[in-house]
């Protein structure tokens, strides 16, 4: 490992000298020395890094995956949001046999291209209209 690439490390992980050498179990005067490169750094140290390194990536995954979940949630929010100032309820189809859907359930079963649907729960039917004119049905709850 070369002093830039320990440089690096610790700079991406925003750490000042001080904790960063606390952190290897080092003195910052020895951790300077290690960044100009008028030391070798020891095998021991280099272990310390990459254990470091595979922390500090665990850690970015983490923070991604939290993220994207934080999204997910803000657009969900701001959906209902719009809905609601629109005015426009939460819908749910209920059939006689006990069973529930949703329009988003129903947009996720139809083809793609699906220009209108008409919903039967009495005969447990979605029937369809392609854009293309074409026509199709199928089973509600399969």
């Given at each position: 490992?070369?002093?830039?690439?320990?440089?690096?490390?610790?700079?991406?992980?925003?750490?000042?000298?001080?904790?960063f050498a606390k952190?290897?179990?080092i003195t910052p005067m020895l951790l300077e020395r290690y960044e100009k490169g008028s030391c070798a750094i020891p095998e021991d140290i280099v272990e310390k890094l990459k254990d470091i390194a595979v922390a500090?990536?665990?850690?970015?995954?983490?923070?991604?995956?939290?993220?994207?979940?934080?999204?997910?949630?803000?657009a969900s929010t701001a959906k209902e949001t719009v809905k609601e100032a629109a005015g426009i309820?939460?819908?749910?189809?209920?059939s006689p046999m006990g069973g529930y859907i949703t329009?988003?359930?129903?947009?996720r079963k139809v083809?793609?291209?699906?220009?209108d649907v008409y919903v039967r729960v009495d005969e447990n039917k979605l029937y369809y209209v392609l854009k293309?004119?074409?026509t199709g049905n199928m089973d509600i709850w399969e």
């Open positions: 490992m070369t002093n830039t690439e320990l440089t690096k490390i610790r700079e991406e992980r925003n750490m000042s000298k001080s904790d952190l290897l179990g500090t990536e665990i850690e970015v995954k983490k923070n991604t995956r939290k993220a994207g979940r934080k999204a997910k949630e803000t309820p939460n819908i749910v189809i209920q329009p988003a359930d129903i947009a083809p793609k291209g699906t220009a293309n004119g074409e």
